[in-house]
T-cell receptor, first 114, second 111 residues
Framework: DGGITQSPKYLFRKEGQNVTLSCEQN?????MYWYRQDPGQGLRLIYY???????QKGDIAEGYSVSREKKESFPLTVTSAQKNPTAFYLC?????????????FGEGSRLTVL | EDQVTQSPEALRLQEGESSSLNCSYT??????LFWYRQDPGKGPEFLFT???AGEEKEKERLKATLTKKESFLHITAPKPEDSATYLC????????????FGKGTTLSVSS
């Protein structure tokens, strides 16, 4: 079945450590996205990529980094520079073109900083 | 500044009690308005896309409508399995592909 796989589902990190969240899709979608969701807040865009080897910053990119070396993969690294990293992270993908607002989301990764 | 406001924040209904969720938006040049459903601890699931004022979309007990300033998600005779958080998002032409999400309305339907 086609879909988006995020791992790990739960992750605990000590302050000062970098962590990488995995996102893989087999939908053959060109565009991929990372969102952050905090309680009582809307989804906020961290980074997005429309093609391989290219990505753009979203509204809250500070303290995060991404890569897009393969069409299927869009990993997110939460660096020690991110001041408040505890959150629910969602990866999504979409086709290119007019319907790019119809996003397919993964199950999410919940990061807790101890 | 483009923004999306959803109301109410939370809504409790009895099974079979119809109601509506509101999504008010401010965007310079609407490319599309999107509704998603999110279950606790899960990623959002796409429901509808609306492109122009007057457009309506239906799926089972849900109907989405769009005006120039807001969208409504009407829920007819809801069932407990309709309980979820409903998210509204807009996409503006000049913002490229980026969606702007509202904070959502959490719907609880009791039997």
């Amino acid at each position: 079945d086609g879909g988006i796989t995020q791992s790990p589902k739960y992750l605990f990190r000590k302050e000062g450590q970098n962590v990488t969240l995995s996102c893989e899709q087999n939908l053959n979608h060109d565009a991929m996205y990372w969102y952050r969701q905090d309680p009582g807040q809307g989804l906020r865009l961290i980074y997005y990529s429309q093609i391989v080897n290219d990505f753009q910053k979203g509204d809250i990119a500070e303290g995060y980094s991404v890569s897009r070396e393969k069409k299927e993969s869009f990993p997110l690294t939460v660096t020690s520079a991110q001041k408040n990293p505890t959150a629910f992270y969602l990866c999504a993908s979409s086709t290119a073109g007019f319907n790019t607002g119809e996003l397919f989301f993964g199950e999410g990764s919940r990061l807790t900083v101890l | 500044e483009d923004q999306v406001t959803q109301s109410p924040e939370a809504l409790r209904l009895q099974e079979g009690e119809s109601s509506s969720l509101n999504c008010s938006y401010t965007v310079s040049g609407l490319r599309g308005l999107f509704w998603y459903r999110q279950d606790p601890g899960k990623g959002p699931e796409f429901l509808f896309t609306l492109y122009s004022a007057g457009e309506e979309k239906e799926k089972e007990r849900l109907k989405a409508t769009l005006t120039k300033k807001e969208s409504f998600l009407h829920i007819t005779a809801p069932k407990p399995e309709d309980s979820a958080t409903y998210l509204c998002a807009v996409q503006a032409w000049q913002a490229g592909t980026a969606l702007i999400f509202g904070k959502g309305t959490t719907l609880s339907v009791s039997s």
